[in-house]
């Protein structure tokens, strides 16, 4: 599969995400990161589509797998906990691609009293804001410009 066909997987799984999160008042922010967030052929094909979740309530997500997005296979494929984010890795049922949500809080996106170090090099290495409730991640994304 070429790019651009990898590319319009990637972006289907991307407005069913959005969707989900729309229907989700606890889901503040939702963002694309990594190689699909970059400009076509910076993904492989063995590249996954990395999702930032920010809620309010991340137990709702991670307790089980009850209120995970309806287009995933379950069971995952793998769920780890990295700090404050806690990776739930499944793969799209209609497109095949893995999927990986990183289900984080706000604190993720701290900006004060400085941009945690993994979170500035997850930002700097590609990220395409999907939903963004109260601004959260603009004011991340132009902190870790300056």
Known sequence: MDSTARHERAQQVVT?????????????????????????????????????????????????????????????LRAKQWG????????????????????????WAATEPEVDGGTRRVVRDGIRVLRDRTGLLAKLVDACAA
């Open 84 to 107: 404050v984010v806690a990776e739930r890795r499944s793969r799209h049922a209609t497109t095949g691609l893995v999927v990986e949500l990183n289900i984080t809080t706000p604190a």
């Open 16 to 76: 069913e995400l959005c969707d989900w999160a729309d229907a989700r008042p606890d889901v503040l922010a939702l963002a694309l990161v990594g190689s699909y967030a970059r400009p076509p052929g910076a993904e492989t094909a063995e590249s996954d589509v990395d999702i930032i979740v920010v809620t309010s309530d991340p137990g709702r997500y991670t307790d089980g797998t009850g209120n995970l997005p309806p287009g995933l296979e379950l069971p995952l």
